[in-house]
C-alpha cells in the first residue's frame, strides 16, 4: 500500500480585523500581505507543494473561482465547495472523506493548513512537517507547535509533555512528544507563567493525521457528523453530490477540529507535537501583519512610491487605491487605503477594526464590509 | 463728488497648509471650508456686497474663470487678470489705478479683503467696515483690528494708540485710533504679554483707503512700482492692456502692501484702526479649521454619513473623495480625503503640512500639490 501525504487547506473566514482590505467579497487569504508578490492562499500551497501528493481547498462556492485563478496548477476535483460553513471539522473531515473514497489503495495522511497564516522559514517548515507524518503513521494526531517568542495573548498554547518514543528522544532533537492539553488564548501574566515553564507552544492550528484515524475519531467522538460527512463523500464525485449535499449538509453538526477531536484525544493521550521552529504569524490584525513587514518596506504594503512617511515611528500605510498618501506625525499608526474605504486607527485599537466592521454592517452598509 | 466705496479682493496664495484639499490648481479661496453652502471667495463677496458699490477682485489668470463661475454677479472687467504673482501690493495698488482710471469723478475708497478668510458676525462687520469708509475718508490709511481672545502665535498684532480725534472716543465706543505699530507674529510668551497690556489687535490684513491717498503714499515710498502701475492702469481699459502689461509688470516690484505701505505710515502717524468685534481667522492650517467647524458637524466637513469616527476627540475628516472613513481611537487627527491624495496627521503637526507638499514638489509630485 504506497504511503501518500496530501495537504488539506481549509479557505473561510474573512479576516474582519484587516479590514478594509479584506472584505467577506475578498477575503484575508486571497491578498498579498506581506508584499511578497504571492497571496497568503498561494504562499500556502507553494510551501506545501513540494511535500505532498496533491493539494485540496475546501471554501465556499463564493471564493472556488478566486481560489482556481490563483492556483491554476490545481484542478477542479481539488476545490471542494462548501454549500454553506460548518466550521473547521466539517470542512477537514470532509476532505479526509473524500481522500479515503478517491484513495482506497493508499495509506493516506493529510495535513491540514490554513489558508492565511505567514510562515517564514521553509526548511524548518518541511523538516517539521516530514516528522509530522511520519508521526502520523504511528497513529498519532499530529499537530506541530510553534516556538513561543514572545507571550502573546493572541495564541492559544500547546502543553508539551513526554517523547511518543518513552523519552528517548530529548525535546531539542525535533522529535514529537506528547500533548498534555490545548489551552485556549492566556491573559498575559498566564502566557508568561506558560513560557517560563519551558513546556508551551503555540497551537498554529496545523494538524496531520491518517485520514481513517480521523475518521474513526470523529465516528467515536461525533458519529452524527461522521455519518453526515461517509454520505457526502461516498457519492462526491458522482452525479449525486448535490442531491446528496442537499440531504446532509445543512445539518452536520458546527464545530471546531479542536473542539471535536485534538482537546479530547489529547486528553487520551493519542496527539502528538513536533516542534515548528519557523516563524508563525496568523495574522490576526493590522498590529500583527505591521510586525511582519520586512525593514526595508518602511512600515508600507504595496508601493512604497505612493506613501511619504514623516514622524510616524511603527506605522503600517497600505495604498489599496492608487492614490498618494501622506502620514505625518502619528506614531504606530495603521492607515490602509483602498478604493471604497479608508480605515485609519493605531496598533492599539487595531483588534478593535471587527467592530467597526460590526457597526458598518449595522448601519446599512454592509456592502463595505 | 459722490463718494464710493469698493471692495477689492485679492485672490492669490494657494492654502498650500490645507493640502491635499487646498492645490496650486485649486485654492483654499475656491472651496467651502465651513459646511457653509458657500466658498470662501464667496462668502466674501457676499459678506461685502451690502457695503459696497462694487467689487473687484484681482487673481492670477488660471483661476478667473473658476472665480467668474463662482462668482456670477461679477463682470468680466471686475476680474483684474495679473499675468504673474506680484505680492500684495502690486494687487491692490492696481486695483486702485485701475479705480482712480475707471472713476474720475467719484471720491474712492477701496477696501481690501482677503478672499479666504472667515468671518462670523455680520453686524459687527458691517459696523467696523463702514467706521473704517469713514475714517478713510480722512485721508488715514485704516486697517481693521479685531479683538484677539487668545495668544494666538499664528498672527500678526496692531498695536493700538490714541484716538484719531485727540482721544474724545473712549476706546469701547468703536471709534477709530492710531496705530502706533504692527508686529510680526509674536511667540507665546510675547502675545500673553500683548494680551495682557490690552492695547494689541490681531491683524487681519484688511486695508481700507482713499485710492488716491494709496496711490500718493505708494509714490513716495515705492515710486517705481507706482509708475508702473499708473502706466498700466492708463492702458487697462484699451487694446494695449497685454503690450503694456508684458512691458511694465514683470517689472514690478514683489513686496506685501504692510511692509510696502502700512508699517511705514503707521510710524509716520498715518494708518488708523477701527475696532472688529466680530469672529475671525485666515484659517490657517487643518487644526484651526477644526476650531471653525460648528460643533453639530462632529469633526467632519462633508457629508456626515460617509464617515464614522469612534474614540477620536477633537478630530476632522473631510470625507472629499466620496468614500467611506473609518476613524477609530486617535485624538485630534487630521483626515483629509480626495480623489487622488490622501493626508493622515494631527492638529498638532498642522502647520507641517506645507513642508509636506514641498516635499511632493521635490520628489517629483507636484501634480499633487
Known amino acids: ?10 479557505a473561510g473566514g474573512a479576516g474582519t480585523r484587516l479590514w478594509p482590505l479584506s472584505r467577506a467579497g475578498h477575503p484575508k487569504f486571497l491578498h498579498d500581505l506581506t508584499g511578497s508578490g504571492r497571496t497568503l492562499i498561494q504562499a500556502t500551497a507553494d510551501r506545501l ?15 472556488a473561482e478566486a481560489i ?24 477537514i473531515g470532509l476532505a479526509a472523506a473524500v481522500l479515503l473514497q478517491r484513495h482506497p489503495d493508499e495509506d493516506v495522511v493529510l495535513g ?18 516530514r516528522t509530522a507524518v511520519a508521526t502520523a503513521r504511528r497513529d498519532f494526531v499530529v499537530t506541530i507547535g510553534i516556538a513561543a517568542d514572545h507571550p502573546s495573548t493572541a495564541f492559544g498554547y ?38 517560563a515553564t519551558g513546556s508551551y507552544r503555540w497551537n498554529a492550528g496545523m494538524f496531520v493525521v491518517r485520514a481513517t484515524v480521523l475518521l474513526e475519531h470523529l465516528r467515536r467522538l461525533q458519529p452524527a457528523l461522521a455519518d453526515g460527512l461517509t454520505a457526502i463523500a461516498a457519492d462526491w464525485d458522482t452525479d449525486r453530490r448535490n442531491e446528496t449535499l442537499a440531504r446532509h449538509w445543512p445539518a452536520l453538526t458546527r464545530i471546531a477540529i479542536d473542539h471535536a477531536i485534538a482537546e479530547p484525544v489529547a486528553a487520551a493521550g493519542g496527539v502528538a507535537v513536533v516542534p515548528g521552529d519557523f516563524g508563525w504569524d496568523d495574522v490576526g490584525d493590522w498590529a500583527a501583519l505591521a510586525d511582519l513587514l520586512p525593514a526595508a518596506a518602511g512600515g508600507v504594503l504595496g508601493s512604497a512610491a505612493d506613501v511619504v512617511v514623516r514622524d510616524s515611528a511603527g506605522s503600517i500605510v497600505v495604498p489599496a487605491a492608487g492614490r498618494t498618501v501622506v502620514l505625518l506625525g502619528i506614531d504606530d499608526a495603521v492607515v490602509v487605503d483602498t478604493a471604497d474605504a479608508l480605515l485609519v486607527t493605531t496598533r492599539e485599537h487595531a483588534q478593535r477594526v471587527k467592530d467597526v466592521v460590526g457597526l458598518l454592517k449595522e448601519s446599512g452598509r454592509g456592502d463595505l464590509t
Open 1 to 10: 500500500m504506497s504511503q501518500t501525504f496530501y495537504a488539506v487547506i481549509p
Open 49 to 63: 507543494a513540494p511535500l505532498v501528493d496533491a493539494t485540496l481547498v475546501v471554501t465556499g462556492t463564493a471564493h
Open 68 to 91: 482556481g485563478a490563483q492556483l491554476p496548477g490545481l484542478s477542479q476535483d481539488d476545490i471542494l465547495c462548501e454549500p454553506s460553513p460548518r466550521d473547521s471539522m466539517a470542512a
Open 112 to 129: 491540514s493548513f490554513a489558508a492565511d497564516h505567514v510562515i517564514d522559514g521553509r526548511a524548518a517548515f518541511e523538516r517539521a512537517v
Open 158 to 195: 500547546i502543553e508539551v509533555g513526554k517523547a511518543v518514543d518513552g523519552g528517548g528522544a530529548a525535546r531539542e532533537e525535533g522529535g514529537a512528544r506528547h500533548v498534555v492539553a490545548f489551552t485556549e488564548k492566556p491573559d498575559a501574566e498566564t502566557a508568561a507563567a506558560y513560557l
